[in-house]
């Protein structure tokens, strides 16, 4: 009978690494990232919150350049919109996490999960090495 090591299996699942994907409303793809957990079974608030996570971190490491964000701090909207440079700061993972969570929740963007809609923040994603979540933001109408 063939024996299997659980403490070993549990070990490769340690690194469980889940692709992401950011596309456009027509699906066309813009940025893709890959996102490490320490467990197979995670929800759709784990996955926004390590995402968060790791845009911060690499903002706050080289704020210069790195323009794939679901959330941006205020300010950075200000100089995209042509008004003078701000100073860079650090920025709150908390605060922004918060962003985004409420932005996933009033619909200002979406997560497709194998391409399935992802309904709730709760929702259980099961990692297998197939599974591709994408990030969908909504872009709104001129004059709507």
Do not use: C, W
Not at 95 to 111: C, D, H, P, R
Not at 131 to 140: A, C, E, G, R, Y
Request: hydrophobic share 40%; no cysteine.
């Amino acid at each position: 009978m063939l024996s299997v090591d659980l403490n070993r299996y549990k070990k490769m699942l340690h690194n469980t690494i889940l692709k992401i994907r950011d596309e456009n409303g027509t699906g066309n793809i813009y940025h893709e990232l890959e996102l490490r957990f320490d467990k197979i079974e995670v929800t759709i608030r784990d996955i926004i919150r390590e995402r968060v996570y790791l845009e911060i971190e690499k903002y706050n490491k080289k704020a210069d350049g790195y323009k794939f964000a679901l959330v941006r701090p205020k300010d950075e909207e200000m100089l995209l919109n042509g008004r003078k440079k701000v100073v860079k700061h650090r920025v709150n993972p908390e605060k922004q996490l918060e962003v985004a969570l409420k932005a996933f929740s009033g619909n200002g963007f979406f997560i497709l999960v194998d391409d399935v809609q992802a309904e709730e923040l709760d929702q259980v994603v099961t990692i297998r090495p197939d599974t591709l979540i994408s990030f969908v933001k909504l872009t709104p109408l001129v004059g709507g």
